[in-house]
């Protein structure tokens, strides 16, 4: 089974990069024949200094290996050091309808958000279909923003094969955990990096984290008076870092009353902060080692290209190329 799941470097992850994709991604690097990269040639639709998008790729880099993604189980590589993705990119865009584009939700986000519509940015799904299928990947971990790009990827790649030949392309299944499908953001909306309503995984300090965490939008209940748990921001970012046992605490306690949301936002903090210490510590260490990190990256990008070269030449030779 190949898993293969992608991030942008376009800022600091945040805890819904991290349990939406971050995190099953390490936990799946058990289980198949793991590969993930950082989508630099997608972040180049938002982030356009050369330098900041250089250090967001370092920084990212930095930020996955010490949450425990394992050079050892998985290949772990830049986008743009595999250059065959945009070959098959331009070829799968001749498979694709300008309906399937035009249906995205996501390219109307970004527009409404102010991002100019760019070209790039208008068929992002496609060159997102070709970081899937150049892999033959079988599962996708992400997080549900992703349920409609992973469903126009499964749609192009059943075109391209009803024209050039059954079986050619690999059509992936995403795997989106329910627990983390959609991790809101301080103001409620999908944590995004765009929204600045984040909060990231490696928050400067404590400080600044406990800040961020005592910002969560909450209702004007009373102190004393009992509180709904169901959908409640304060209960599905508990749930990230806590145990069933202490969310079903904090789901009593709010039932039962007598309590302000001060209270429940300190266990929050401290669960984040508790939950990412020992990642704290591993990311000052890899911090100081840009060789190891560079050796990981350049050999990711060798194992990667290697089995890009096997579907690009499968692809070329299918359409004729
Ligand atoms: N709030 C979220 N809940 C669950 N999963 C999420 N992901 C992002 N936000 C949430 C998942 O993280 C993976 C990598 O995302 P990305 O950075 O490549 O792009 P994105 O989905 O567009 O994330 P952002 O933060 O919203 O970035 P910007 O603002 O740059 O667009 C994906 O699997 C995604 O599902």
Redesign the pocket.
């Known amino acids: 089974m190949r898993i293969l ?4 470097p ?2 600091r ?2 805890l ?2 991290y ?3 971050m995190q099953p991604s390490i936990l799946l690097q058990e289980q198949g024949d793991a590969f993930y990269f950082i ?1 630099d040639y ?1 972040a180049l639709t ?1 982030t356009h200094d050369p330098e900041v998008l250089r250090q967001n790729v370092r920084d990212l880099a930095i930020d996955f290996l010490a949450c425990g993604l394992d050079p050892e189980k998985s290949t772990f590589w830049v986008q743009s050091d595999v250059p065959e993705v945009t070959e098959l990119a331009w070829i799968l865009s001749c498979v694709t309808p300008m309906g399937f584009l035009e249906r995205c939700v ?1 390219y109307k986000d ?1 527009i409404a958000q102010g991002i100019s519509p760019s070209h790039g940015l208008f068929a992002y799904p496609v060159l997102q279909a070709a970081d899937i299928l150049l892999f033959d990947s079988n599962v996708v ?6 349920k409609q790009h992973l469903e126009l990827t499964r749609d192009v790649a059943s075109k391209f094969n009803d024209r050039y030949g059954e079986d050619l392309l690999v059509i992936p299944e995403p795997q989106i955990r329910e627990v ?6 301080l103001d409620g909306r ?6 600045d309503n ?1 909060i990231e995984i490696f928050e400067e300090t404590e400080k600044k984290l406990r800040k961020k965490v005592m910002k969560i939008v909450t209702d004007t209940t009373a102190v004393e008076d009992p509180k709904d748990p169901t959908d409640s921001y304060l209960i599905q970012l508990y749930s990230l870092v806590a145990t069933p046992e202490e969310v079903a605490e904090m789901e009593d306690s709010f039932r039962a009353g007598g309590t302000g949301y001060g209270h429940y936002k300190q266990q929050i903090f401290e669960g984040i902060r508790d939950h990412f210490a020992p990642m704290r510590e591993k990311r000052e260490k890899l911090v100081e080692d840009s060789a190891y990190v560079d050796g990981v990256l350049e050999d990711g990008a060798r194992k990667a290209r290697a089995k890009a070269r096997e579907v690009i030449d499968r692809v070329r030779n299918a359409v004729g190329c």
């Open positions: 799941s992608g991030i942008q376009s800022g992850p945040h819904g990069n349990f939406g994709m989508a997608h938002s996501s970004k971990p992400v997080g549900k923003d992703q983390a499908a959609t991790v809101p953001g999908k944590m995004s990096k765009s929204y984040s």
